[in-house]
T-cell receptor, first 110, second 113 residues
Framework: NAGVTQTPKFRILKIGQSMTLQCTQD?????MYWYRQDPGMGLKLIYY???????DKGEVPNGYNVSRSTTEDFPLRLELAAPSQTSVYFC?????????FGDGTRLSIL | GQQVMQIPQYQHVQEGEDFTTYCNSS?????IQWYKQRPGGHPVFLIQ?????EVKKQKRLTFQFGEAKKNSSLHITATQTTDVGTYFC?????????????FGSGTQLTVLP
């Protein structure tokens, strides 16, 4: 019972590099979300999707892009990594409520 | 914009003491959810409250939703070391679909043995 799977678990990037954070879920959930969590802070919504082919911006979308070509996958793309993007990134999915979270990707930009 | 605030930010208790965290929203919420995040882990759903004045219990945890549906609390009786973690409340974003959530900043609970 995998649930929500995120890869990689850890990554260090140099300023200006790009990368894709992968997220896949096997629960056939329509809704998927990307959050970032800075130390000692709550979760900030970056992007979300209500189904394959449909995505929309959350609270903090600048510097990120997403796509949703299938129900299962919702990758998050960082095009030009900046130190301010150092954070823990969580992917989540849901049918309605509640949201089910992956284990997170810990990303450092140096 | 919509804000969800939690207090306190940190709480240290001796094992066996009680603990309470409070959540306040700037807008009326259709429901409120509580999540727990263990150190180094991911948020895990605990409960959802929907009705005004609702009270729900899960063993030593008691959750309340305010009459005006703008505030909520989580009370833990006789804390144990397994209660360590950060507790978040979250409410639906009023301007978005009912599935988007605004999270509070969390209360980090430390239980001293």
């Amino acid at each position: 019972n995998a649930g929500v799977t995120q890869t990689p678990k850890f990554r260090i990037l140099k300023i200006g590099q790009s990368m894709t954070l992968q997220c896949t879920q096997d629960m056939n959930h329509n809704y998927m979300y990307w959050y970032r969590q800075d130390p000692g802070m709550g979760l900030k919504l970056i992007y979300y999707s209500v189904g394959a082919g449909i995505t929309d911006k959350g609270e903090v979308p600048n510097g990120y892009n997403v796509s949703r070509s299938t129900t299962e996958d919702f990758p998050l793309r960082l095009e030009l990594a900046a130190p301010s993007q150092t954070s823990v990134y969580f992917c989540a999915s849901s049918i309605d409520q509640p949201q089910h979270f992956g284990d997170g990707t810990r990303l450092s930009i140096l | 914009g919509q804000q969800v605030m939690q207090i306190p930010q940190y709480q240290h208790v001796q094992e066996g003491e009680d603990f309470t965290t409070y959540c306040n929203s700037s807008t009326t919420l259709s429901n409120i959810q509580w999540y727990k995040q263990r150190p180094g882990g991911h948020p895990v759903f605990l409960i959802q409250l929907v009705k005004s004045g609702e009270v729900k219990k899960q063993k030593r945890l008691t959750f309340q939703f305010g009459e005006a549906k703008k505030n909520s609390s989580l009370h833990i009786t006789a804390t144990q070391t397994t209660d360590v973690g950060t507790y978040f409340c979250a409410g639906p974003i009023s301007s978005g679909s009912a599935r988007q959530l605004t999270f509070g900043s969390g209360t980090q609970l430390t239980v001293l043995p």
